[in-house]
């Protein structure tokens, strides 16, 4: 379970990205974040693993505060937590299976994994990993040589190596052709279904229909919505996105 209460962030130059945000997601949930561009759905995933320091408020993992967690409790707890980013994030003059690899950072010996020297059942997991999302045979190819839905097939064999229990994706199909979106979120979902939790922002609306098991919605850094997907009827999507917006369908585009 993970327990966000009261969460702010102010950024240095003034900036309030996220105003007393708080909200819970039971284990085995799908929960998915909307809202404009800016309304702080990025700046709301990366204070829940730290990779952005929160101005105030607390976010607890099963109990463990996160917010005041010490840097080796951070590293034990971002062992359990996956990140999958918008641009992918790979190291791209390095292998696909170095990119999986480095996902195991957090367990491994960081000289020798330095040096590209990784135990044997680490190659194997990677090589697993990379099977489950169905590019195995690009294992050994630059990352850069990958189409972006590979490559963020890639990013998602990476998470994998954690063995994650709770898999944050940071709009994981907003730089894919629209047509690839389902094919990645389709990972996601089964990840799911094996009991990993998901939070995930997306921008489409019927995706959000699709996948979520719930939904939060933010307007500038404020929590506008939280309830089911189907209850995001006319009204409550122009509260969150404002009079002026249209809903654009993914499958559309
Ligand atoms: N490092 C930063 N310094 C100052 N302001 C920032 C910083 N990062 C984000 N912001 C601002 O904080 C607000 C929330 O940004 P955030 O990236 O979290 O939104 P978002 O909903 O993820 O947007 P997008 O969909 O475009 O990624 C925006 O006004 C943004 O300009």
Known sequence: MLRVEHLTKI???GTVALRDVSFE???????????????????????INRLIEPTSGKIYWNDIDITSASPSEIRRIRRQIGMIFQQFNL???SSVLTNVLSGRLGYANPWL???GVWPVEDRQKALRALERVGIADKAYQ???????????RVGIARALMQ????????EPVASLDPVLAHSILQYLEQLNKEGVTVICSLHFLDLVHR???????????????????????????KEIYGEEAQEVRAASL
């Open 91 to 93: 190291v791209k003059r």
């Open 142 to 152: 630059r990352a850069d040589t990958l189409s972006g839905g590979q490559q963020q």
């Open 25 to 47: 997601v039971p284990d085995g949930e799908f929960l998915v974040v909307i809202g404009l561009s800016g309304s702080g759905k990025s700046t709301l995933l990366r204070c």
């Open 113 to 115: 994994s330095l040096l």
């Open 211 to 237: 996948y979520a098991t719930r939904v939060i919605g933010l307007k500038d850094g404020v929590k506008v919505f939280e309830g089911l997907p189907d209850e995001i009827d006319r009204t409550r999507f």
């Open 11 to 13: 950024y240095p130059n």
């Open 163 to 170: 063995d994650p229990r709770l898999l944050l994706a940071d």
